[in-house]
């Protein structure tokens, strides 16, 4: 059984950073794809970014330049940093991982970007 942890949500001024975690246990293959996803009140979930073991990255464009993901593959580890936050960041955010045709889902952990 797969198993998604975050953390590292929280509550920030405008213009700060935060940095997410997501730790993945249980059988994980190496050919995966592990990313991040948010969904804002009344709204859609949407990717943010993610990130294949083979390295390719992708990002939502409202993120390109002050989000960066990165994995550490040794430990089934992701890492979303987020520099110059701004209040239509503010959602739950949701570590997602996929292998093959499965799919897993994090809890979610909230970030709360104030104006």
């Known amino acids: 059984q797969v198993q998604l942890v975050e953390s590292g949500g929280g509550l920030v001024q405008a213009g700060g950073s935060l940095r997410l975690s997501c730790a993945a246990s249980?059988?994980?293959?190496?050919?995966?794809?592990m990313g991040w996803y948010r969904q804002a009140l009344g709204k859609q979930r949407e990717m943010v970014a993610r990130?294949?073991?083979?390295?390719?990255?992708n990002y939502l464009d409202a993120v390109k330049g002050r989000f960066t993901i990165s994995r550490d593959i040794a430990k089934n580890t992701v890492y979303l940093q987020m520099n110059s936050l701004k209040p239509e960041d503010t959602a739950a955010y949701y570590c997602?991982?996929?292998?093959?045709?499965?799919?897993?889902w994090g809890k979610g952990t909230l970030v709360t970007v104030s104006s």
């Open positions: 997602n991982l996929r292998v093959g045709l499965r799919e897993y």
């Open positions: 249980g059988s994980i293959f190496s050919d995966n794809l």
């Open positions: 990130m294949h073991s083979d390295g390719f990255t």
